[in-house]
């Protein structure tokens, strides 16, 4: 089996969802990186919770700006038309509807595109970041992640088992093997990655889905 990098991923999303003149917000992890692959020829507006419109791809280790944080405390990038204002008025961005794509990272996804991504249920955490505020306010909402946990078990369920984020919620999700769409909560796959097969996919999802390959 190949399956589809962290790299290949990033690329697929930023090629397949990235239009020009977009606002979008990237969550937290492996969906950062995506940052690094919107084409040239685009111009995006990066947005955070913690209040910056305008960010620039992940600095080098020479350019490390210890006070450019995003909202996960990753240094970033500024570019020459950034700008800066409270964790308040981004929000409103957000819970505003002004946000076109939000990329973020999940724990489960169910067959119905119900999204749990803030907690494992007895570990503490600091807090539950922004998610719920993204996945109710934002236009679309992408998930990428990989397709099973790190002891082998599906994350795409038949229904989450971890406290949810939001219901419903979850357009598409790109996993190492494969794309996944939804409409009208039903769950369709829409390509699968290279050196991966349809059966192995069916053998590591307990969701149900339909094979609408594109």
Request: charged share 20%; hydrophobic share 40%; with cysteine.
């Amino acid at each position: 089996m190949m399956a589809w990098t962290d790299e290949d991923i990033c690329k697929i999303v930023a090629n397949s969802e990235l239009k020009d003149g977009y606002y979008v917000n990237l969550g937290i992890g492996l969906p950062t990186l995506v940052a690094n692959y919107i084409p040239r020829d685009m111009q995006i507006t990066l947005q955070s919770e913690n209040g910056i419109l305008g960010m620039g791809p992940f600095p080098t280790k020479e350019t490390v700006d210890a006070d450019l944080i995003n909202a996960g405390k990753q240094t970033i990038t500024e570019l020459p038309q950034s700008s800066y204002f409270s964790s308040a008025e981004s929000f409103a961005m957000i819970r505003g509807g002004h946000i076109n794509v939000a990329i973020l990272g999940a724990l489960q996804v169910s067959e119905a595109g119900d999204l749990a991504n803030w907690i494992i249920p007895n570990q503490t955490v600091k807090g539950m970041g922004g998610a719920m505020d993204l996945v109710a306010g934002v236009q679309r909402i992408i998930v990428i992640m990989d397709h099973v946990t790190k002891t082998g078990e599906p994350k795409l369920l038949k229904q989450c088992t971890f406290p949810l984020t939001g219901i419903s919620c979850v357009d598409k999700v790109v996993t190492n093997f494969g794309v996944f769409e939804f409409e009208e909560q039903q769950m369709y796959l829409t390509l699968i990655a290279p050196g991966v097969t349809l059966e192995e996919i069916k053998a590591k999802t307990e969701a149900k889905f339909t094979v609408r390959l594109r």
